[in-house]
């Protein structure tokens, strides 16, 4: 069960990027879209939401061999890089929902202006990308700590 939780992570974020992608394309942190006198305190806030998400989905990925491994031998090793990888989803996760929820809280607050003068919209690109990187990261928490609790405590390596 652990190896599955541990799967998650890649699956979600490899099988939804078709929603992470407008998003992150959507994302702008331009100075030229800012205005008023908040764009002392922010104006040269990085837009990485690109690289975060390319982090994600990497690690996601390497979860998913982490997850056979965890499968196949259910060793300590195993779940101890499961552990690294699951702790960098974590952290990799947690800045892309700082960066959407940043860029959606300034756009709110007009700090930037969208083009056309359009209005911010909750569509189903933020809530299914939001969604599966929250899912991801519980996932990803829940597959290590199953996987210290269930590891093969008695497991040695075969060499001939």
Not at 18 to 25: D, R
Not at 121 to 133: A, D, F, K
Not at 139 to 145: A, I, K, R, W
Request: some cysteine.
């Amino acid at each position: 069960l652990a190896g599955y939780f541990v799967a998650i992570p890649g699956i979600f974020l490899g099988f939804f990027l078709v929603f992470h992608i407008p998003v992150v394309n959507g994302l702008s942190f331009t100075e030229s879209r800012w205005e008023g006198a908040d764009m002392i305190t922010i104006e040269h806030f990085p837009d990485l939401s690109a690289l975060i998400l390319f982090i994600l989905v990497l690690f996601g990925v390497l979860n998913l061999f982490t997850a056979f491994n965890m499968i196949a031998k259910k060793n300590l090793g195993s779940v101890v890089t499961a552990t690294i990888t699951a702790v960098l989803i974590v952290l990799a996760g947690a800045l892309y929902l700082v960066m959407v929820f940043l860029y959606v809280s300034l756009v709110q607050n007009g700090n930037i202006k969208l083009p056309n003068n359009a209005t911010f919209e909750w569509t189903s690109n933020y809530i299914l990308s939001i969604g599966s990187v929250v899912i991801s990261m519980i996932c990803s928490v829940v597959g290590v700590v199953l996987g210290f609790i269930n590891y093969d405590r008695n497991y040695k390596k075969v060499t001939f």
